[in-house]
């Protein structure tokens, strides 16, 4: 199983990626990003949730389950 770090630097490494995107093709909105960790706890879940609500927010949970549905998108897995 990954460590946090290796997690979070895989984490990282994806948003400052994305960041390049973004700015590529002219993104003028910048959102604010949060990176919630227990995320399928039921604090962190419910974080989550208010957080994915609110339009300029990014928000990307980091769990030790896998999720019982169907995510997004995923950057790693175990």
Do not use: C, N
């Not at 995107?21 to 949060?34: L, N, P, Y």
């Not at 990014?58 to 995923?74: A, I, K, L, N, W």
């Amino acid at each position: 199983m990954p460590s946090f770090a290796e997690i979070a630097d895989k984490w990282w490494q994806h948003e400052k990626d994305q960041w390049a995107t973004d700015h590529k093709v002219g993104m003028s909105e910048s959102k604010k990003k949060i990176m919630l960790v227990g995320a399928l706890e039921t604090v962190g879940w419910s974080a989550l949730k208010y957080f994915e609500s609110l339009p300029d927010w990014h928000v990307v949970g980091v769990s030790r389950r896998t999720p019982d549905f169907r995510q997004e998108r995923r950057v790693g897995e175990r």
